[in-house]
């Protein structure tokens, strides 16, 4: 039975090919946080979707907490208005480019870590440290955190698909390696 990850959350770098003046920029504009002294950039959150947007003075924006590319888009649109509300004309499209997609999966059933650790290549577990067996993949190139309980956390991938791969192929592993309980 095919496995789906569960999309949590997006990382996204946002690049608006031009310098902000933060300082003008936090001070013009309501709803963001500025303070250098703790962060070199802007923080401009966003309820609905739930995330946050880092704006740095070079114009380079991360955006963290989107679950989907339409939350993106929903974040550059806003991102766009926040920066016409402080006087700052974006010339040009800016360009967006997905950094890192966590997703979660459940593979529906338990899996003995310790089997799993012995007979699969790349796996790093040490109990006494985390209850979590560290599983890479060189493709799609992620690496999973794989639980007792047969969930597990899908990190690294670029695109949604990827995660769906990677949770299918690890899957596929521990089945075949026989590590289930």
Do not use: H, W
Request: net charge positive.
């Amino acid at each position: 039975m095919p496995i789906k990850a569960k999309v949590e959350n997006m990382v996204s770098a946002i690049a608006v090919d031009q310098n902000i003046d933060l300082k003008k920029f936090a001070s013009s504009v309501k709803g963001l946080e500025y303070n250098p002294n703790r962060f070199p950039g802007v923080v401009y959150r966003i309820r609905d979707p739930k995330l946050a947007m880092l704006i740095f003075g070079s114009g380079k924006v991360i955006c963290t907490g989107a679950r989907s590319k339409a939350d993106i888009n929903t974040a550059v649109k806003r991102l766009i208005e926040k920066l016409k509300e402080g006087k700052i004309y974006i010339k040009k499209k800016p360009r967006v480019e997905i950094q890192n997609i966590v997703a979660s999966a459940n593979m529906g059933f338990r899996v003995n870590l310790d089997i799993l650790a012995m007979e699969a290549m790349n796996t790093e577990y040490e109990p006494e440290q985390f209850p979590g067996l560290v599983f890479r993949l060189a493709k799609p190139k992620t690496v999973m955190l794989v639980f007792r309980s047969g969930k597990m956390i899908i990190t690294g991938a670029k695109t949604s698909d990827d995660a769906n791969t990677a949770a299918g192929e690890t899957k596929k592993i521990i089945e075949k390696i026989g590590a289930i309980i």
